[in-house]
C-alpha cells in the first residue's frame, strides 16, 4: 500500500491543486467553444489548442472529445468516424494535462438540448460521482468495493457502468512510475488526493453515454 500511495519527497500540494484548478478551467474553455453542427474531429482539434494556449503540450493521455454515439466508448476504443453534433445530443470532455510537472485529470458531460433522458444522463453521471465519493469519505470502502457501489447506484437510477472506466492513481509526472494498476483492483481504503474516480454511465437501450471523473479528495 505504501508504495502504491508514494509521491516524491518533495511533492507539492499547492502544484497539484493548481493543476487540478486549470484542468477544470481548461474542461469549461473547450466547451465554450463546441457548438452543434461541429465535427469530433474538429472538437478534438479545439481540446488540443485551448490546451496549449493555457501552457500546456504535454499530457499523460491526449484530450477526449466524444459525440452522440461514441460516448458510450472508452478512451481505448475506436470512435465512430464523422460524427457530428446534433441539435439534441451530448458529449463528453476527458483530458489529462501536465501543469509544471504535476498530473490533471477531469471529465464532463454536456447537452446540447433538451432531450429529457440526455439532460437526466448528463446530471445522474455526477449524482453517481458524487454517491460514490461520500461512500468512500463515511464507510472507508476499498477500491474495489466503491466500483460494485457505483455500478449498483447506476442500476438504481436507470443505467449501465462501463468497469472498465475504473479508476487510477494521479501524481507528479508520471503517475506510472509508482503505480499503473486501477483504482477498482485495489484491496484497501484509497487516501485522499491520490486517486481519480471515474464513472460512465450509458442507456440500457439507447446508443448514448456520460462521463464525468475528478480526484477523490
Given at each position: 500500500m505504501n508504495e502504491i500511495e508514494k509521491r516524491k519527497n518533495d511533492f507539492s500540494n499547492e502544484a497539484f491543486f493548481t493543476?487540478?484548478?486549470k484542468t477544470w478551467e481548461a474542461i469549461q474553455?473547450?466547451?465554450e467553444?463546441?457548438?452543434v453542427g461541429m465535427l469530433e474531429q474538429e472538437a478534438n482539434e479545439i481540446a488540443k489548442s485551448t490546451l496549449h494556449e493555457m501552457g500546456t503540450r504535454q499530457g499523460w493521455h491526449k484530450p477526449y472529445v466524444h459525440f452522440g454515439c461514441n460516448t458510450v466508448k472508452t478512451l481505448f476504443d475506436t470512435p465512430e468516424p464523422n460524427v457530428r453534433l446534433e441539435e439534441d445530443d451530448i458529449y463528453f470532455i476527458d483530458i489529462a494535462p501536465v501543469w509544471q510537472g504535476y498530473e490533471g485529470d477531469a471529465g464532463n458531460t454536456f447537452v446540447t438540448g433538451t432531450d429529457a433522458e440526455m439532460l437526466r444522463c448528463s446530471t445522474d453521471v455526477r449524482r453517481v460521482f458524487e454517491q460514490v465519493a461520500e461512500k468512500w469519505k463515511v464507510d472507508e470502502l476499498t477500491g474495489n468495493e466503491l466500483y460494485q457501489?457505483?455500478?449498483q447506484t447506476a442500476q438504481e437510477l436507470g443505467w449501465l457502468l462501463n468497469l472498465s472506466m475504473n479508476g487510477h492513481r494521479l501524481a507528479d509526472f508520471p503517475h506510472t512510475a509508482?503505480?499503473?494498476g486501477k483504482l477498482a483492483e485495489t484491496s484497501f481504503c484509497p487516501s485522499p488526493n491520490l486517486w481519480v474516480l471515474e464513472i460512465q454511465i450509458k442507456h440500457p437501450q439507447k446508443p448514448f453515454g456520460a462521463f464525468f471523473e475528478d480526484l477523490l479528495a
Amino acid at each position: 500500500m505504501n508504495e502504491i500511495e508514494k509521491r516524491k519527497n518533495d511533492f507539492s500540494n499547492e502544484a497539484f491543486f493548481t493543476a487540478r484548478t486549470k484542468t477544470w478551467e481548461a474542461i469549461q474553455k473547450i466547451s465554450e467553444q463546441i457548438s452543434v453542427g461541429m465535427l469530433e474531429q474538429e472538437a478534438n482539434e479545439i481540446a488540443k489548442s485551448t490546451l496549449h494556449e493555457m501552457g500546456t503540450r504535454q499530457g499523460w493521455h491526449k484530450p477526449y472529445v466524444h459525440f452522440g454515439c461514441n460516448t458510450v466508448k472508452t478512451l481505448f476504443d475506436t470512435p465512430e468516424p464523422n460524427v457530428r453534433l446534433e441539435e439534441d445530443d451530448i458529449y463528453f470532455i476527458d483530458i489529462a494535462p501536465v501543469w509544471q510537472g504535476y498530473e490533471g485529470d477531469a471529465g464532463n458531460t454536456f447537452v446540447t438540448g433538451t432531450d429529457a433522458e440526455m439532460l437526466r444522463c448528463s446530471t445522474d453521471v455526477r449524482r453517481v460521482f458524487e454517491q460514490v465519493a461520500e461512500k468512500w469519505k463515511v464507510d472507508e470502502l476499498t477500491g474495489n468495493e466503491l466500483y460494485q457501489f457505483a455500478e449498483q447506484t447506476a442500476q438504481e437510477l436507470g443505467w449501465l457502468l462501463n468497469l472498465s472506466m475504473n479508476g487510477h492513481r494521479l501524481a507528479d509526472f508520471p503517475h506510472t512510475a509508482y503505480h499503473s494498476g486501477k483504482l477498482a483492483e485495489t484491496s484497501f481504503c484509497p487516501s485522499p488526493n491520490l486517486w481519480v474516480l471515474e464513472i460512465q454511465i450509458k442507456h440500457p437501450q439507447k446508443p448514448f453515454g456520460a462521463f464525468f471523473e475528478d480526484l477523490l479528495a
